[in-house]
Nanobody
Framework: QLQLVESGGGLVQPGGSLRLSCEAP????????IGWFRQAPGKEREGVSC????????YYADSVKGRFTISGDNAKNTVYLEMNSLKPEDTAVYYC??????????????????????WGQGTQVTVSP
């Protein structure tokens, strides 16, 4: 059973940076597509970024393009989300999710639980002065 564990969240001032990690102990993350999603209070879950299986393609929501970078470290079974120039509107719980299905070569930013079967518990990111 694939388990995902997010870490790296915290409180940061506007303009600051954080690096989130998504680890899958005992599982190689170069197989599935991995997505990062976030959910702010009172809002629907939204896609932030994703990386296709084997790291072939990456996608970003328009709201984070140029500020966030997704990457993978196969040796550490970890996918990262580097977040720079953070804004108060980036405040949310951030989740990573894994798609092991036949479409994993083309990741999606839709938080589709039929595609992303495995989800972590989330890590809180708060951007505030």
């Amino acid at each position: 059973q694939l388990q995902l564990v997010e870490s790296g969240g915290g409180l940061v001032q506007p303009g600051g940076s954080l690096r989130l990690s998504c680890e899958a102990p005992g599982f190689t993350l170069d197989g599935p597509a991995i997505g990062w999603f976030r959910q702010a209070p009172g809002k629907e879950r939204e896609g932030v970024s994703c990386i296709s299986s084997n790291g072939g393609s990456t996608y970003y929501a328009d709201s984070v393009k140029g500020r966030f970078t997704i990457s993978g470290d196969n040796a550490k079974n970890t996918v990262y989300l580097e977040m720079n120039s953070l804004k108060p509107e980036d405040t949310a719980v951030y989740y990573c999710a894994a798609d092991l299905g036949p479409l994993s070569g083309f990741c999606t930013l839709r938080p589709d639980e039929d595609r992303y079967e495995y989800w972590g518990q989330g890590t809180q990111v708060t951007v505030s002065p």
